[in-house]
């Protein structure tokens, strides 16, 4: 599966973002979706993990209640929804797509990477 993520940008301390994801292929519901994220000369970090129904997420402790991830399996499409965005959170976001069989929070998990949107939320 190919994935093309967008919807980063520029944004003030406080504000919100919905970044997407959307995929190609015709067996885009088989996949468990994550999204991760890397700031400059960190490492890549987990942000937050779906099911292949949607049924199931999980989040890192660093925006958990702050984001959400969705997806529309008729879209192709996984959503973070991204409120109450901190200086820290800025980073390039990367969706992923894995056929573990659980949710992952680690990188080597997922099997397809997207290209990546910068998201700069500026204090």
């Known amino acids: 599966v190919q994935l093309q993520a967008s919807g980063g940008g520029l944004v003030q301390a406080g504000d919100s973002l919905r970044l997407s994801c959307v995929a190609s292929?015709?067996?885009?519901?088989?996949?468990?979706l994550g999204w991760f994220r890397q700031a400059p000369e960190k490492e890549r970090e987990f942000v937050a993990a779906i099911n292949r129904s949607g049924s199931a997420k999980d989040y890192a402790d660093s925006v958990k209640g702050r984001s959400t991830i969705s997806r529309d399996n008729a879209k192709n499409t996984v959503y973070l929804q991204m409120n109450s965005l901190k200086p820290e959170d800025t980073a390039v976001y990367y969706c992923a797509a894995s056929t573990y069989y659980r949710n992952s929070v680690y990188a080597r998990d997922y099997n397809s990477w997207g290209q990546g949107t910068q998201v700069t939320v500026s204090s």
């Open positions: 292929g015709r067996t885009f519901s088989s996949y468990r």
